[in-house]
């Protein structure tokens, strides 16, 4: 790891993706925080324009910087989508410089916007790791919890009303089925009662007719006129 003199307001320290550069002191809005630097690719020049890695910062069409070299320390700068430096970049001098577009705390890690060809072709593809595009994504998976707990509280409150009329549902059809039954034993009652007053009357305690009471007693009656004439 290449020394950082003890006067620079960062050092190099461990970060979500390896390594990073994080703020040692407060660095003010608009400041200067490190140039990036390194030997200067022609893109005219064949053995240059073959060199590829990673730290290339392209100035224009034809001047790229090689970052690659250990001197070189704001190559330890990772990207952000919502980053607290910006890369200046002086065409004609064909110089960048990191500068802070945000006062950065003490602790904070310094980062600046890689632009869209970068990103498109190095983050993209394996999820950008930065603070915004993690809270985004963090953002996302709550919604994705939230929805899917709404669906399922929808399909069971549709559930619950589904059952629920089916059972008053099925409460009419018993009730008129009840009722059906009902008419139906009314009749039954109506015609077992006539049945039931003459079975009272007719039996239970022995009611004595008219002619009963009147019959003499004691006395038989001959049972036919050809034997009460023998007998007599
Ligand atoms: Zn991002």
Same mark, same amino acid.
């Given at each position: 790891m290449p020394e950082i003199s003890s006067s620079k307001p960062y050092r190099i320290g461990r970060s979500k993706t390896g390594l990073g550069l994080f703020a040692t002191q407060k660095i003010k809005k608009? #400041? $200067?925080? +490190?140039r990036y630097f390194g030997p200067m690719l022609d893109s005219k020049n064949k053995k240059h324009d073959d060199i590829d890695n990673k730290y290339l910062f392209e100035i224009n069409n034809r001047w790229t910087i090689d970052? #690659?070299? /250990? $001197?070189? +320390?704001? /190559?330890y700068i990772n990207h952000a989508c919502r980053p607290n430096a910006e890369s200046d970049v002086s065409s004609r001098k064909r110089k960048v410089v990191i500068r802070a577009i945000k006062t950065i705390e003490p602790g904070e890690e310094i980062n600046y916007d890689y632009g869209t060809d970068y990103f498109k072709i190095f983050l993209k593809p394996i999820g950008c790791k930065c603070d915004h595009c993690e809270k985004k994504r963090a953002k996302k998976r709550a919604e994705a919890r939230a929805e899917k707990l709404r669906l399922k509280l929808k399909a069971e409150k549709k559930a619950a009303k589904k059952a629920d009329k089916q059972a008053a549902k099925d409460a009419r059809k018993k009730k008129a089925a009840a009722k059906v039954t009902t008419s139906k034993a009314a009749k039954r009652n109506t015609l077992s009662g006539v049945k039931a007053n003459a079975h009272a009357r007719g039996t239970g305690k022995p009611t004595k007719t008219k002619a009963a009471r009147t019959k003499p007693l004691g006395r038989v009656q001959p049972k036919s006129p050809a034997r009460a004439n023998r007998a007599s």
């Open positions: 608009g #400041s $200067k925080i +490190i970052g #690659s070299v /250990r $001197k070189n +320390i704001a /190559r």
